[in-house]
């Protein structure tokens, strides 16, 4: 990841809302077919051809030697869960994490959704995580500082009886998937308040909360974070560009919340 901040112009911003869009539409069309029974290699399969279909490709498969195009965290995975024949159970929540490419530029979006009726717990995890983005995202605007989106995530975080992830964070987003700032979902005192957000930054926003402690490991297969404890956890994300008219939300669908 890079150490300056790179501001986009009015026509790059264009094109990231076109990536960005296809992310969410995508992730849009994998929520209407995960049920039990379906398996996370099946909707990594849609996902790609989806993707290919619209002239993009998918941002994930190949970076770092990722195998596949989604990620797909199930229960106390947190994120980077690798595609696999395990066929989806009642009760169980799944996070979809993808990237898309267009015209060399990135889009980037989270959801955690649940696989048929889930626990009064997991539905009240997924309420609050979705929560703290949307939080996130009122705090991400002009003339604010990087630790006000932080401090939104990890104090609501923390006050409903949840822990955020710390050893993976958000982060800007552009012509590479990752980009600077690094973005928290904590407030380090060591790292200050943060660059202040001006207009052209386009930020990939995104909560890991843990019903648990905020302590993960990463399994054998080197790509699967799970929750040292066991417990649930879950994961949202938008990508946004601060502008000088206010925040967008370029992952948001029209009539669609966070």
């Known amino acids: 990841m ?11 911003l264009a094109l990231m ?10 992730l849009q069309a994998l929520a209407r077919r995960v049920g039990p029974g379906v398996t996370t290699l099946e909707l990594d ?10 002239g993009a490709r998918p941002a994930f498969k190949g970076y770092r030697n990722y195998p596949f195009t ?5 229960n106390e995975q947190v994120v980077h869960g690798l595609p696999s024949a395990r066929k989806l159970e009642e009760g169980d929540i799944l996070s979809l994490d993808m990237g898309a490419v267009v015209e060399g530029y990135h889009g980037d979006s989270a959801i955690t959704v649940p696989v048929g009726r889930i626990s009064p717990e997991a539905e009240r995890l997924l309420r609050v995580t979705r929560e703290c983005l949307e939080r996130a995202i009122a705090a991400a605007r002009h003339g604010a500082r990087l630790t006000d989106i932080s401090g939104a995530v990890q104090g609501h975080a923390e ?12 982060h800007g987003i552009g012509k590479e998937l990752h980009e600077a700032p690094q973005i928290p979902n904590f407030v380090d005192p060591e790292r200050g308040r943060g660059p202040l957000l001006k207009p052209g930054m386009v930020l990939a926003i995104e909560p890991m909360v843990n019903a648990g402690g ?3 490991r990463v ?32 992952t948001m669908l029209e009539g669609a919340g966070a």
């Open 70 to 74: 989604l990620c797909t965290s199930i």
């Open 219 to 250: 399994l054998d297969d080197k790509w699967t974070a799970v929750t040292a404890d066991g417990s649930l956890s879950a994961h949202f994300e938008h990508t946004i560009a601060i502008t000088k008219n206010g925040t967008e939300v370029l």
């Open 159 to 170: 006050a409903n009886g949840y822990s955020v992830v710390r050893v993976f964070v958000g």
């Open 2 to 12: 890079h150490d300056r901040i790179v501001l986009k112009a009015p026509w790059e």
């Open 214 to 216: 905020p302590e993960v």
């Open 17 to 26: 809302r076109r990536s960005n869009r296809l992310v969410a539409e995508t």
């Open 45 to 54: 399969r849609f996902a790609e051809s989806h993707l290919l279909a619209h």
